[in-house]
């Protein structure tokens, strides 16, 4: 009987010797030290090992605008070029110089008459210029010189405007107008070396004579050495502003040259 008290069942250690064996003073084994880890992630954040920094969460997805040729500014806004510095009005706006018919002689008042017009139609933005191109010519008669003006185109008025059928009918129906220089119906502008050529014309304040006869003509000088004595024209020099007069002098033509404002028609 005391042998089986003292055998351990199941070979299971009995309680003195587990207490022994907890107690005993023995070295434990070194366990080697693990690897160096890096700190945890936060929870609920799991970071890939050699991962760069955690990108933040993106925004709302904004549709991206259109390129445009304006310049940004400082605030990523666009600058707008004020109005001044914008391409200027003009030519490059569509509007374009026209030639109309007169009545001869209602050249001026055709012109009075579409100024109104153009103002009581509210038509400002679609016609602008009205000219009756003139210059200035020296006339001389009876030895006096005087200046006047002279119509550069007797019978016709130029129109600046912008051409539809509005701007058409306030021009065609003005009184005094007969219709528009062009093909058929059709009015046809100018070209613009021929405005400016006109313009510049316009531009040129040095008075002109006013010349009344032509080669062959029959003149009268009336100041100068030769004054009184009568001739033949035998050429005009425009240039120099000058004529030359075949004069008789001892029963021989002679060729003399003079001013404009030295003779006159017979």
């Given amino acids: 009987m005391s042998e089986e008290r003292t055998r351990p069942q199941g070979g299971k250690p009995d309680t003195a010797s587990l207490i022994q064996k907890l107690f005993r003073d023995e070295p434990e084994e070194v366990q080697p ?17 050699d991962a760069g920094p955690v990108p933040a969460e993106p925004g709302p997805v904004v549709p991206a605008e259109p390129a445009s040729s304006l310049p940004v500014g400082a605030e ?20 374009t110089w026209f030639v109309i018919h007169t009545y001869s002689g209602y050249e001026n008042k055709v012109r009075t008459n579409l100024e109104r017009r153009v103002a009581s139609m509210a038509m400002q933005h679609k016609i602008f210029r009205i000219l009756v191109p003139t210059e200035d010519e020296i006339e001389v008669k009876d030895g006096k010189r005087r200046i006047a003006k002279k119509k550069v185109f007797p019978g016709y008025v130029l129109v600046e405007m912008l051409m539809d059928d509005d701007s058409w009918y306030v021009v065609r129906n003005t009184p005094g107008v007969t219709g528009f220089v062009g093909s058929g119906s059709k009015p046809l502008p ?51 502003e000058k004529v030359r007069v075949l004069v008789s002098i001892f029963g021989r033509e002679t060729p003399v040259e003079l001013d404009f404002a030295q003779v006159e028609k017979i």
């Fill in 76 to 95: 990523g806004t666009l600058q707008v070029p004020p109005l001044d510095e914008a391409e200027p009005a003009g030519e490059s706006d569509g509007r």
């Fill in 33 to 49: 030290s693990p690897p160096e880890q890096e700190p945890a992630s936060p929870v609920g954040v799991v970071t890939p090992p």
């Fill in 190 to 240: 100018l070209q613009d070396k021929e405005v400016k050529a006109i313009l510049r014309q316009l531009g040129d304040e040095t008075p002109k004579f006013r010349i009344t006869y032509q080669k062959g003509s029959s003149v009268r000088i009336n100041s100068g050495p030769f004054m009184d004595f009568s001739g033949l024209v035998d050429e005009i020099l425009p240039e120099k």
